[in-house]
């Protein structure tokens, strides 16, 4: 009787916890690329995103049709294992597609409208510097070189988003 | 309970038509997942039958003497290929009233816009990013987490 009671409880356990896994109010999705994405603890975050294309063109100093209109981006931050100190980035994305663009990131402090803002700026050789928000751990936004935020548009705004690799099968 | 939703659906239009005439503190439009957090709003339980929404969030100006008032209308379905539209497009709308709060899980200063929709159980938290940008929060008070394709930034429509 005792085990059936013990198996009754473990099987009531398991499916709570299927239940949140599957309908979490907000978690990371898992990546849509197929691409291998790398893993571990030097890995700070991979994000992701569709962004509209006009506005961060002209914020990076790229050239565009008028026709464009969103851009797609993959973003890997790798960072030191023992200490979390940034290390270097890795940004593939339109404007990318030729050259995948790759270089440091620091931490800095201070947006244009909050002194105490979180900001990651991504560098790179002979390029604009690229600023990005952190609104918190899983979401970053776009900020022009003014560090001011990016205005989208119904369909697409300027947000990256954490994504989780997909689970071995 | 069909009653009940009938009364809310009926309060909700006589409260739009009431607020129409004044003209919108801001209307904010996006484009975000079906995640789980609106899922219940919109009455979506098959996975298959939302990609993503469009929402317009249009806030009344802050007053006085009656609630500030909300519309808030999605357009969703699955996206159709190589256009920005649906195959099947579905809508729905809601009124409701706004308020303004502070503070999120990890800035307790930030400036939050609550919005109550009539006829559901469900607040919906925006934090303001820019006075053109806002965000939507889970209710723990955290940025909702988009995807690949589409995020919960939601920003001031050009007039």
Not at chain 1, 119 to 143: S, Y
Not at chain 2, 107 to 135: C, M, R
Request: hydrophobic share 35%; aromatic share 12%; proline share 4%.
């Amino acid at each position: 009787m005792r085990n059936i009671a013990l198996i009754f409880i473990t099987l009531m356990v398991f499916c709570e916890v299927r239940a949140q896994e599957n309908g979490a109010e907000n978690a990371p999705y898992v990546t849509t690329s197929s691409k291998p994405i790398p893993a571990g603890k030097n890995v700070y975050g991979i994000f992701e995103g569709r962004c509209a294309c006009q506005e961060l063109a002209q914020v990076l100093k790229k050239e565009v049709s008028p026709d464009c209109f969103k851009t797609k981006w993959g973003l890997v931050l790798y960072q030191n294992p023992d200490t979390q100190a940034t290390t270097n980035y890795v940004l593939e994305g339109s404007f990318y597609r030729q050259a995948i663009r790759k270089g440091t990131w620091t931490i800095s402090q201070g947006s244009q409208t909050d002194a105490e803002a979180v900001v990651f700026e991504l560098q790179a050789d002979n390029q604009q510097t690229i600023f990005l928000l952190k609104g918190d751990d899983n979401v970053l936004f776009f900020l022009d070189q003014n560090k001011n935020i990016l205005t989208g548009n119904e369909l697409f705004n300027y947000t990256l988003n954490r994504v989780e690799k997909k689970p071995a099968e | 309970m069909k009653n009940y939703l009938k009364y809310f659906a009926i309060v909700g239009i006589l409260f739009i038509s009431c607020v129409q005439d004044s003209k919108p503190f801001a209307v904010f439009v996006g484009s975000s997942p079906c995640g789980n957090i609106i899922k219940p709003l919109l009455g979506i339980k098959d996975e298959n039958e939302c990609e993503f929404t469009k929402w317009s969030l249009t806030l009344y100006p802050q007053n006085t003497n009656a609630p500030s008032a909300v519309k808030l209308v999605y357009r969703y379905g699955i996206g159709k290929p190589n256009t920005s539209g649906f195959v099947d497009e579905r809508n729905a709308e809601f009124a409701g009233h706004w308020t303004i709060q502070k503070g999120t899980q990890t800035k307790p200063e930030a400036t939050v816009y609550q919005v109550t929709l009539y006829g559901v159980d469900k607040n919906l938290l925006f934090v303001k990013l820019s006075d053109k940008a806002i965000h939507l929060l889970d209710s723990q008070r955290n940025l909702m987490i988009g995807n690949s394709g589409h995020s919960y930034t939601f920003s001031k429509a050009k007039p």
